[in-house]
């Protein structure tokens, strides 16, 4: 028998999360997408016989894609669910939630027990879609056995329905910033905000890992500005601060957009500010900031937050 091509397969799909549910959302990507089904394994050695066998010794599934740049409330919410987060907590839910990819040709792939494992960054700019890579991780079924049937993952076949994007809500927006007395009104090529999540696997012997604590979580944000001054950057520095004081900033950094997303660095410190001097160098390099964990009363609250505002769903 000879390949023909008709059968190689092809295509783009979207992924479907918690599909079936009263919360399912569909996300459209801008890329492509990738599901990655890895088996762990070691080497049995021997000294006399070089390597005796390889046997498995975990199975974990990522699933990276980035969306296509439409804003949603819903959308920022699972996007970026880690804003506020509980130390300590498990990254997976009581319940099982499934993420399924269904091709345009009509194939679904679900994987029955998936989390956000690492949230996009945020690009704001006009001429730029607001969001960089995102990567889910799929792990086993809640008390499933690896080999239990339909434990990591089904497959199937349905007509595909799920349309595409709405251009109209991808559309990039001028951002401007306030930090304290600082407005950072226009910058070189937009604002990236990164937030980040720390995780530590959870195992079994018998099972792999099942599951992630959360470490902790941070965000940074960069750009290059434009129209401020020397002094102006100087004195956004923590400089006349002592060694080993606290860099815990005093004001939130605030990106808005003309589009209704507003995103907040909490007690962010800006932590590197260049300046440059050339026949063809701007004076201000890219500036970083970083947020830290606000706190009220010693309840710790939010790192960072990333909203539409006003609130929409459509």
Request: charged share 15%; aromatic share 6%; net charge negative.
């Amino acid at each position: 028998m000879v390949i023909n091509r008709t059968n190689i397969l092809r295509g783009p799909g979207t992924v479907v999360w918690n599909p079936g549910d009263d919360d399912e959302q569909t996300i459209f990507d801008a890329t492509g997408i990738t599901a990655d089904v890895e088996s762990s394994s070691q080497e049995i050695p021997s000294s006399v016989s070089g390597t005796l066998d390889t046997i498995k010794t975990d199975q974990i599934g990522t699933i990276k894609l980035t969306p296509c740049g439409q804003l949603s409330a819903d959308l920022l919410e699972l996007l970026y669910p880690y804003g506020t987060p509980s130390i300590g907590a498990r990254v997976f839910p009581d319940a099982d939630v499934p993420l399924m990819v269904h091709s345009v040709s009509g194939t679904k792939v679900t994987f029955v027990n998936a989390a956000l494992t690492q949230m996009p960054p945020l690009l704001l700019s006009p001429v730029k879609t607001a969001f960089g890579e995102a990567v889910f991780t799929a792990l086993l079924g809640l008390g499933k056995k690896p080999s239990d049937s339909s434990s990591f993952f089904t497959t199937g076949s349905a007509t595909y329905a799920a349309g595409g994007p709405d251009p109209s809500g991808i559309v990039g927006v001028q951002y401007a910033a306030t930090y304290g007395a600082l407005s950072i009104l226009d910058t070189l090529d937009g604002w990236t905000v990164t937030p980040e999540i720390q995780l530590e696997p959870v195992t079994t012997d018998l099972l792999g890992t099942v599951d992630y604590t959360i470490k902790g979580v941070k965000c940074t944000a960069t750009c290059t500005p434009l129209g401020l001054t020397e002094a102006q950057i100087l004195a956004a520095l923590p400089i006349a601060k002592d060694r080993g004081a606290s860099l815990t900033g005093a004001n939130d950094l605030v990106i808005a957009g003309a589009g209704g997303l507003t995103v907040t660095l909490k007690n962010a410190t800006m932590l590197r500010g260049p300046l440059q001097w050339g026949n063809t160098a701007l004076r201000a390099g890219e500036v970083q900031f970083i947020a830290h964990r606000a706190f009220s009363q010693g309840t710790p609250g939010a790192v960072f937050s990333v909203a539409m505002t006003p609130a929409s769903s459509s």
